[in-house]
């Protein structure tokens, strides 16, 4: 059984930055990309920014130059450096990752930014 575990998520002010954190855990045998999604309060859920194991990413334009995704191979962990911050990122941010073949979604941690 895989799960994934985010941290990192809290209140900062517009301008602010906040790096999020996602492990994977459990028996692992591959992962070929790792993500972030978002999802606030009445909107879908959408892409912030993902990562394949070879290090190839991928950023929505919203977030290019603010954010920047990094994979740590050997933690089986992704992160989410997030600078700039502006009320728009406020959501629920959630991790994905394609862990043995198969999509895996960790539980979402919240991130508020006041203006």
């Known amino acids: 059984q895989v799960q994934l575990v985010e941290s990192g998520g809290g209140l900062v002010q517009a301008g602010g930055s906040l790096t999020l954190s996602c492990a994977a855990s459990?028996?692992?045998?591959?992962?070929?990309?790792m993500g972030w999604y978002r999802q606030a309060p009445g909107k879908q859920r959408e892409l912030v920014a993902t990562?394949?194991?070879?290090?190839?990413?991928n950023y929505a334009d919203a977030v290019k130059g603010r954010f920047t995704i990094i994979g740590d191979n050997a933690k089986n962990t992704v992160y989410l450096q997030m600078n700039s911050l502006k009320p728009e990122d406020t959501a629920v941010y959630y991790c994905?990752?394609?862990?043995?073949?198969?999509?895996?979604w960790g539980q979402g941690t919240q991130v508020t930014i006041s203006s």
């Open positions: 990562i394949t194991s070879g290090g190839s990413t």
């Open positions: 994905r990752a394609l862990v043995n073949y198969a999509l895996q």
């Open positions: 459990g028996s692992i045998f591959s992962i070929n990309s």
